[in-house]
């Protein structure tokens, strides 16, 4: 939790401006999943082997973190909790990043319904297929409930795949219906309306925590929050129109794509300690940004050219399997 007013105001605007990959990710999770709605036969396999996919990174980076943290403790002369090891594999609490792991393998094993009921033809799918975009925002609702009577954040509110099943349906929806022609908004009113959104995200945070105070910073800077999610939409439209340009592949952003998994994975155990070295920097508060700038590049470096040099160590096929790229 920040220190002060200004520091947290900084953080809230901040976090307006980047809280909407991990949205982005589910859904193009659902847009680039090729089931084809069914637990059996040849589609059983496949999702057997996204879920294999998933399971075993999972479980890899959960040990990982976990023997991370013992290391620490043992050089720091401290306890190590051993309620932490079930605790981390049950709620993808080894670090931060592994509730993502966790929400996709409960989406993941949810699929083949979700892609039977948006191709259902009864009325009660139809009714169901549009009504289901309405479970995030319905959940996010349900923490602002929890969050303001209670004085505290919900438990693992990141946890349940309710907080992004919007997103990730979305995708599974765009995917099933690539065939429809339908009217959609050009590049530059798609880029007002991000802006927009953006616009609406921060003065969201900043109204959350000019009410709340510090014991709702949490949710003021959170990305499972109505305005969060209206931005995040908003660059899924963007995202989207922009692929309709067939603009031009870029060989960085290629490069870092390929490892984006182990990226998303692995920068935890750069970040850490990059916050820990720019928090005993002396700054004033004005030039925060910039160096959470700098920490972001740093880590995002630091993090690819370890994945990259792990893959050449260990091999292709093994990086894969562990969730390296």
């Not at 919007?166 to 590049?187: D, I, P, S, V």
């Not at 798609?190 to 709340?212: D, M, T």
């Not at 002396?282 to 690819?304: N, R, S, Y």
């Amino acid at each position: 939790m920040p220190i002060n007013d200004e520091t947290s105001y900084l953080l809230v605007l901040m976090r307006g401006f980047i809280n909407f990959p991990v949205a982005v990710f589910f859904f193009l999770a659902g847009f680039f999943n090729k089931s084809a709605g069914s637990y059996a036969g040849t589609e059983r396999k496949k999702l057997f082997s996204r879920i294999i996919r998933l399971l075993v990174p999972y479980i890899f980076w959960t040990a990982f973190y976990l023997c991370a943290y013992y290391s620490l403790s043992v050089v720091a002369g401290k306890p190590f909790d051993l309620l932490r090891v079930p605790k981390a594999f049950l709620f993808g609490s080894a670090t931060a990043p592994l509730y993502f792991l966790h929400v996709l393998l409960q989406l993941t094993l949810i699929t083949p319904i979700l892609v039977a009921i948006i191709r259902g033809e009864s009325l009660f799918s139809k009714v169901l297929k549009w009504g289901l975009f309405g479970t995030t925002p319905l959940y996010i609702l349900v923490r602002y409930g929890y969050d303001f009577c209670a004085g505290t954040d919900l438990p693992h509110y990141e946890l349940p795949c309710f907080a992004w099943f919007t997103y990730y349906y979305l995708g599974l929806f765009c995917a099933q219906n690539r065939g429809l022609k339908t009217k959609t908004l050009g590049l530059f009113p798609s880029v007002l309306i991000a802006f927009l959104a953006l616009f609406i995200a921060i003065w969201e945070g900043f109204a959350i925590y000019n009410q709340a105070g510090s014991e709702m910073f949490s949710l003021a800077a959170s990305q499972t929050r109505l305005g969060s999610m209206l931005f995040s939409l908003a660059i899924i439209n963007l995202i989207l129109r922009i692929k309709d340009t067939n603009p031009k592949p870029n060989g960085v952003l290629s490069a870092l794509g390929d490892y984006s998994f182990g990226i998303y994975s692995f920068h935890m155990f750069w970040m850490i300690p990059l916050a820990f070295v720019f928090s005993r920097m002396i700054f004033t508060p004005e030039i925060l940004p910039i160096l959470k700038v700098i920490q972001a590049f740093i880590c995002l470096g630091a993090t690819f050219f370890a994945c990259k040099f792990t893959e050449k160590k260990i091999g292709s096929k093994t990086a894969k399997i562990l969730g390296l790229k």
